[in-house]
């Protein structure tokens, strides 16, 4: 073993931290507030538990926030993540909003479909089951979803103290408006997909982005009134699409916010 240059390897090519670096620059790069490493309470196990990345997008013309509870996943390309996608149905079309009317104290989560249209459409295609595929030392095939589904959830589980974070301090306006989504980011090259319906409808494809329903409800209370946060998907993303799918998700055009993402029907 060459100490220096398998550890020089190892730290470029195989560990989460630098990976996890490397994700943070392209978030900052992208005008997003990130917080990276921390620790937070699983609020399923209630232990300690650490968490990647929270990136934040505010705007300063409008009382609506962004935030993003992003784990980092440093897989191979030999190994890489295959998600088998079916049409989404009408219940599955959908995203919360988070709404605080009357002079910011009452919590209101609004089910909006103008969001779901703007990015998580009604017949579109939307993964629903994973593996990480490879072969072994006997060129047999092996597959796994236990270490990718640990990053997912952890991803879920961080974003559940983001909506804690969203509430009201008493500064806010009354129409303050928050969306939060849990997001997975795996490198270059590592991101297969295809889709089916009882069969496979076309051939195995690697992409840039997927999003997996998860339709994960999270409980909360703000003086005395009680609510619940559905994050109905986690958005899958390879390195190189991280700028396009936040430029995607949030630009400059304030009518796309209040018309598309923010827009409560």
């Not at 890489?80 to 009317?101: C, G, K, M, W």
């Not at 092996?142 to 103290?161: C, H, L, P, R, Y």
């Not at 390195?239 to 400059?252: C, D, G, H, K």
Request: proline fraction near 4%.
């Amino acid at each position: 073993m060459d100490t220096q240059k398998d550890i020089e390897k190892y730290a470029a090519e195989y560990t989460n931290f630098g990976f996890e670096i490397r994700v943070a620059k392209i978030f900052r790069q992208q005008n997003w507030d990130v917080q990276h490493s921390g620790t937070y309470v699983d609020p399923i196990s209630k232990k300690n538990r650490e968490f990647d990345l929270r990136a934040r997008k505010a705007f300063s013309r409008l009382p609506y926030t962004v935030q993003l509870a992003v784990e980092c996943k440093q897989i191979s390309p030999s190994f890489p993540l295959v998600v088998q996608s079916v049409l989404r149905t009408d219940d599955e079309a959908f995203h919360d909003i988070i709404n605080y009317a009357q002079n910011g104290y009452q919590p209101h989560v609004a089910r909006a479909r103008s969001f779901s249209l703007y990015k998580f459409g009604l017949g579109q295609w939307v993964g629903k089951s994973f593996d990480q595929v490879g072969r072994n030392a006997k060129n047999e095939f092996t597959a796994s979803d236990s270490k990718v589904f640990d990053k997912m959830s952890q991803a879920i589980n961080s974003a559940e103290a983001l909506i804690q974070r969203s509430l009201p301090d008493g500064g806010q306006s009354k129409d303050t408006r928050h969306i939060i989504l849990p997001v997975l980011v795996v490198p270059d090259g590592c991101l297969w997909k295809y889709d089916e319906n009882g069969e496979m409808i076309d051939r195995p494809g690697k992409v840039t982005s997927a999003q997996y329903f998860i339709n994960q409800a999270w409980p909360f209370e703000v003086n005395g009134i009680s609510a619940s946060y559905t994050m109905s998907h986690l958005e899958i993303v390879t390195f190189s699409e991280i700028a396009t799918f936040l430029n995607n998700l949030i630009n400059e055009d304030l009518r796309v916010h209040r018309e598309k993402i923010f827009r409560i029907d």
